[in-house]
């Protein structure tokens, strides 16, 4: 089992495993990769995972066999459980609760070779739609509170099956970064009377030289304040606190403006290792906390350099590529949102 | 020049280099290991670094020559500088700051070889009273808001030179994970009338079971939230807001627990790659605030597990160890602060 514990100085949440805990000597060496015919996320190996959750296949394919385009799984190693209650606690002066929520795997594509950038928007489409139905089915547990979509790409961003998917974890708390984002959108709220976020188009648009790729219901662009040489934020432009209620217009929009900073990004580092997260409002708070004013949004961050201790002591992070320089080389590249790539 | 830019959103500072960037291809592949005989930190090769600011060094001995036990140097390529004025100013809704700061380098011994669980008790007094020297000097720039003290061990870590050293960065305001950490106290402060350190101290002692090493005037213990696995948090039992103010006894007793905490991962782990900070209240604050009631503390954190989009969405972290597994692990190897060992 596993089991969330709260640091009592800053108030942020941990998973911490309580059974089997990771020895010393598990960590000596990185595990060796995967050879690609023994992958679980193949056609034929349906079997490897836990129960399909969520699938969209060719018409007459059974449950757990090929014939898939895209796959949700339980994560088979969870950082948190569905099954049991939730139950919250103090130990002495600290506080922790049983490790209740939701870890599944969205396995993008049948083909193993295949990266997201080389999707049409038709796959995309398909993966956003398991998103939107894994976590329209997940707001339903009262238990929970928030739910991340995230996708590691690459052994420096921490995945450990090199086949296209991405992630899905509820947590019954809401994570601290979410909620300081939160408490962001709501200070700027009560001085300026607007969404920050909203705002931030706006002037993304005015200026013009950090922006990535726009269409019509989304921009793309390096933000002001970029953490990360590369970093690249996704903005829908209509406000709306939550992913899980875009429409099937925006879907498409959201799919080709995905498709095409993704595809930028990879013409202009190569083929970088990247995370990216979907950050909705939380689906509850307690008390009087609202939420209706976040706006969603997508990070992406490609993995160039190694973050040490001055950004862990500080949260300040240095970096070496001004966004405005990035988003020019960026603009730069094809990419190739045509219409006539595939 | 560097520049600092926040986001509008969360406060979160960020250190944007302005002049030449980084370009995609600078980040193609990891930098070489400069092959010992070329380290520019090593005798013989002072003059490869900017003049030293402070040393210990052998009687006679010229500075910028050989003959130094500790040395430090301002950073060759800073991420903040002392020169120039401080400038705040918007560009459209943004907020930022010209790149006023410190960023020195702390050669912590002349021995190539020698890692920080090699050095003797004597060897990480003088370090300390480096750190302490240029903490005090830096600290009657009155542009400067907050000092770090930080360590990065291995590539994983962040080092981008072999040879064992520290980093001090000053900057001009006070970086998001210390204001969440003053913030933490405080609150607890007002809510308990007592220090949230100083009742961790005891709870630790307590409990007994995530304790690592005590001594007179230090404790070290894995952390009952612990991000990541072996995580490890040394606290001096003296409430004192700053690292800068300890006595010559405290500084003894900080040699000693840090060496002994030090062999002990290094013995259990094999040789960690990892980072520490040495975490102090701000020098200064802007109007009310207030940071007396800080406490002090090094964080020290291995760097076994990679962090992935989960982490960086959420701050939210998954670790593998329980914390009482991993402290019973750390007080099972000799490590050993036993004085006949050197």
Redesign the interface.
Known sequence: MQEL??????????????ER????????SLPPRKAAQLCPFCYGFESTTPPEIYCVREAGSAPNTPGWYVRVVPNKFP?LRIEGSLVREG????DKMTGIGAHEVIIEHPDHQRRFWDFSVQDIERVLGAYLQRTNDLKRDIRLR?M?V???EG?????SVAHSHS?L?A?PVV????R??LD??NR?LSYKERC??C??IR?EQ??GERVVFENDSFISFC?????F??EVTLLPKTHRPDFSAIDGTERTALAEALRVTMRKLNE???G?QY???F?SAPTRLSGRESWEDFHWHV?I??R????????????????????E??AS?LRGVAGCGSPGLD
């Open positions: 514990r709260k640091d009592p100085v800053t108030d942020r949440w941990v998973i911490v495993s309580t805990g990771a020895r010393p000597t598990d960590f000596e950082a130990v002495g002066m600290f928030h991340l995230f996708k590691n052994e420096q961003a921490g995945a992630q974890i947590t994570p601290k970064r979410v300081e984002k962001g959108v700027y920050v976020y705002d931030e002037e005015r200026f933000p002001f304040a970029s953490r040489p590369f202009a580092l190569n970088p995370n990216w997260i950050l990070e961050i490609p160039l350099t190694k973050i040490a201790g001055f950004e862990w002591g500080t949260g300040f992070y240095i970096n070496p590529t001004p966004p320089q990035a080389y």
